[in-house]
Nanobody, 127 residues
C-alpha cells in the first residue's frame, strides 16, 4: 500500500522560510517523479513543483519560481519543498504526490499525472 505523509507545515510570517517534507512508502520511490501541489478552500489544486525520479529537471509553478526549491533523497524515500520569501497568498494545504508513470522523462505539472497523494499539511502565512 502506497503511503505519502507530509510534514513541516505551520504558521509563519510573510518573508519567512519553511521546509516541507514528504515520506513515501509502499512504492519503488526512486523510479517515480514526485510533485507538490497546494489547495485553498476556494481554488482548485494548484501545481507547485515537481522533480524527476532521478532528481533532475525540477519544474516550478509560475507563482513560486525563484522562491521555492524541490529536492529529493532517494536513499530515504523523501521529497522536500524549501519555501523562501513566503507570502500570504502561499497560504494553503500542501500535498505531496507520486507520479503514476515509472521513470517519466520529464516531471509533470498535470495533476492527473499523479495517482498517489498524501493527506496534506497546512501552511499559513500571516501578513
Amino acid at each position: 500500500q502506497v503511503r505519502l505523509v507530509e510534514s513541516g507545515g505551520g504558521l509563519v510570517q510573510a518573508g519567512d522560510s519553511l521546509t516541507l517534507s514528504c515520506t513515501a512508502s509502499g512504492l519503488a520511490f526512486e523510479q517515480y517523479a514526485m510533485g507538490w501541489f497546494r489547495q485553498t478552500l476556494t481554488n482548485e489544486r494548484e501545481f507547485v513543483a515537481a522533480i524527476k525520479w532521478n532528481g533532475g529537471g525540477p519544474l516550478y509553478g509560475e507563482s513560486v519560481k525563484g522562491r521555492f526549491s524541490i529536492s529529493r533523497d532517494n536513499s530515504n524515500n523523501m521529497v522536500y519543498l524549501q519555501m523562501n520569501s513566503l507570502k500570504p497568498e502561499d497560504t494553503a494545504i500542501y500535498y505531496c504526490a507520486a507520479d503514476r508513470q515509472r521513470r517519466r522523462s520529464f516531471p509533470s505539472d498535470y495533476r492527473p499525472a499523479y495517482n498517489y497523494w498524501g493527506q496534506g499539511t497546512q501552511v499559513t502565512v500571516s501578513s
